[in-house]
């Protein structure tokens, strides 16, 4: 809907490919909202307020999105409006708007008995007391950065959507050969393999991916070469954890380091338990799972992402039919409701929408679509899950084979000890 308004008025089209000098045109404008987190404000006030604060700053003729969310400390609104109205006219974002938008804000806080909220103020503050609080504890930067990141893994599927999560919580994440956070407050990024060998993207994509496999499993089955293979590259590297010559990897960051809490030995015995909970007697069955699993990835995502296109045609067409009867039934229309009627007449009439009947069972379709996506999914995510833990399995086993693995962990601890040596001589 906002796609044929912005395209109507604008004479462009809306997925026009971005210029190879300069920035494109500007299709939405995006806003953020935000409350005091000592405000108490629920969700459901955020949201009224800021469905207000979009009718008096724009008016009916303004195509807005509106989500409220609750997963900071402090409820706050994403506020998206198309650049053009249904009426045809053009907003621009500038300061002297974003400053009257801000003041439109706050008196429409005051009416609800809100006290605005200054954020830039609060930062201020923020930083003031982290400073104080950091001198006076001494925590650090990298400490608060891996706290997040631990909390984080245990929501996350993989390492790019850990990073993704850090940047919704407003940390700074540069991409490149090497990969970089910078807390809100923080003046400098960070890479992160210097917060330490729990930290590194091996170490975090393998935290991320077996975070729960194993837990609460028996190891059962009969032994198979496979398996023995495994059990026996285990005991090995516990003994190069007991005797410190390899590096030290912790699978749980909050307790001390052992064998027992060493993040390679987990991998292993994880992997050890796959392959007895799904009795794999040799890599040639688990190669085979692995192209089997791959079919069926690849088989789902073909149906969600024809499913998600009819869901998105299907619940636009419903919002449309719902607009264009709403303003059918007045007896008087606004120039934005006749030009609502004109807009959407023939393009429902095309979908063989004429009549409320048409419209009831349309969302009746819109319905049953979107509970066939939740079971999709959800098989798309165990497959490929299964998948990756499969990969992982077969490249374990062919490093084991070739004496790759026990070899790379001694070869990594020579490796750092030297760096940590040179280090102390610079000190």
Known sequence: ????VYEHFSS??????????????????????????????????????????????????????????NDKAHVHNHIIINTYGIDGRKFNANKKTLDELKEISDRVCLAFGIQPFDQSKAKRKTVEYNEWQN???GTSWKQKIRLEIDGLILKVKNVDELLA???LLDYTVRRGKYISVKAPEQQRAVRLKTLGEDYTIESLASRILWKDVGSGVALLGQKSELSERFSTTIYDVEQLALMGRKVQRKRDTSAPYSPQNDLDVYKLSAQLTIINRDNLRSIGEVEGKIRHLEYEVEKARQELNALAAQQDTLTGLAEQAEEYFSSLDKEERTP??????KMYKPILECNNITSRSDYEYLKSVVADTQKKVAPLKENFERCSKLCELYSEIAKTYYEISKGDYISRLVEEERKNKKRNNHTSRCI
Do not use: W
């Open 135 to 137: 001198e006076q504890r």
């Open 165 to 167: 999560e850090l940047e």
């Open 1 to 4: 809907m906002m796609k044929t």
């Open 12 to 69: 462009h089209k809306f997925d026009e490919p971005l210029p190879k000098q300069g920035k494109g045109r500007v299709k939405a404008i995006h806003y953020i909202q935000s409350f005091d987190p000592k405000g108490n404000i629920s969700p459901e006030l955020a949201h009224k307020i800021a469905r207000t604060f979009a009718r008096k700053a724009f008016g009916d003729s303004c195509q807005v999105v509106i989500a409220t969310h």
């Open 336 to 341: 934005a409701e006749e030009f609502r009627l």
